[in-house]
């Protein structure tokens, strides 16, 4: 079974960091496609970052562009985001996905969704 355990979100102040992680479980890294999203309430389901092995690019979303990195440890099967600089804005509900084929670049992942879906972080931004 393919499982996704997103963890690390929680309280913080405006201008504080967070690191979130996503520990994959039942495939390896590797021609795959990852993904952070999030959603807050009575919002849309936003794409935060995504990386994707068919093109080898990372897509930040607009919003996050020079505060959050993704990033991944292949060896710990290990996908992460870190969170700088958070904002109220930032606050939402964090999801880890993944697809185990990237057939997709990783712009379309973030606006499209992936396949395989782990239970979400909150990360609460206080200002």
């Known amino acids: 079974d393919v499982q996704l355990q997103a963890s690390g979100g929680g309280l913080v102040h405006t201008g504080g960091s967070l690191t979130l992680s996503c520990a994959a479980s039942g495939f390896a890294f590797g021609d795959r496609a990852i993904g952070w999203f999030r959603q807050a309430p009575g919002k849309e389901r936003e794409g935060v970052s995504c990386?994707?092995?068919?093109?080898?690019?990372?897509y930040y979303a607009d919003s996050v562009k020079g505060r959050f990195a993704i990033y991944t440890d292949n060896a710990k099967n290990t996908a992460y985001l870190q969170l700088n600089s958070l904002k109220p804005e930032d606050t939402a509900v964090y999801y880890c996905?993944?697809?185990?084929?990237?057939?997709?670049?990783?712009?379309?992942?973030?606006?499209?969704?992936?396949?395989?879906w782990g239970k979400g972080t909150q990360v609460t931004v206080s200002s």
């Open positions: 996905a993944a697809n185990l084929v990237a057939y997709y670049g990783a712009d379309w992942y973030c606006r499209n969704g992936m396949d395989y």
């Open positions: 990386i994707s092995d068919l093109d080898g690019r990372v």
